[in-house]
Antibody
């Protein structure tokens, strides 16, 4: 059974860069795509983007200019970097594995990120 | 982006009730529609994919229907563990987008 676990800082200041890592266990990262979803209070789930094992990425256009997602399959993890954060980036961030049909099949438990001065 | 609108935003029900919630897409998405269940403090969990197929291990009391722009999730006989928030998601195009959720709570 594939398991995912997010890690990273829980508190950032405005203008800083958010860096999160998702560690994959119980299976190989090969031949899959891996992504990030966030959930802000009172807002729908927001898909942020994904990385394929060949390094290709898809991003949500609303965040594309600030977002980088990358993967290190040799270490079984993938990462998110979101630049120039503001309070609007405060959310629970989930990492997830999706399938070729864009269904999010496995999820990490989520990590709360708060942006505050 | 494709907008997903769910209704109602919340509903109150009792154990044993039949429950239906709906999801409407802002454009035709064929059957590229998935449903997730989320309990407080937990990640969402895939229930239904491609509008009407149950994911592995999902009880048969859950069913999905619809195509095009209008979709429904039905719970035949509500169980205590079904009190949760349900989200629809379109997987027709990138970026995938979610509805705002329907919260099912105790009457």
């Amino acid at each position: 059974q594939v398991q995912l676990q997010e890690s990273g800082p829980g508190l950032l200041k405005p203008s800083e860069t958010l860096a999160l890592m998702c560690t994959v266990s119980g299976g190989s990262m090969a031949s899959q795509s891996w992504g990030w979803v966030r959930q802000s209070a009172g807002k729908p789930l927001e898909w942020l983007g994904r990385v394929y094992v060949n390094g290709t990425t898809d991003y949500n256009p609303s965040l594309k200019s600030r977002l980088t997602i990358s993967a290190d399959t040799s270490k079984n993890h993938f990462s998110l970097r979101l630049h120039s954060v503001t309070a609007a980036d405060t959310a629970v961030y989930f990492c997830a594995r999706d399938n070729p049909y864009q269904q999010l099949v496995y999820w990490g438990p989520g990590t709360l990120v708060t942006v505050s001065s | 982006d494709i907008q997903m609108t769910q209704s109602p935003s919340s509903l109150s029900a009792s154990v044993g009730d039949r429950v239906t919630m709906t999801c409407r897409a802002s454009q035709n998405i064929d059957t590229y529609l998935n449903w997730y269940q989320q309990k407080p403090g937990k990640a969402p969990h895939l229930l239904i994919y491609d509008a009407s197929s149950r994911d592995r291990g999902v009880p048969s009391r859950f069913s999905g229907s619809g195509s095009g722009v209008d979709f429904s999730l039905h719970i035949m006989s509500l169980q205590p563990e079904d009190f949760a928030t349900y989200y629809c998601q379109q997987s027709y195009t990138t970026p995938v987008t979610f509805g705002e959720g329907t919260k099912v709570d105790f009457k």
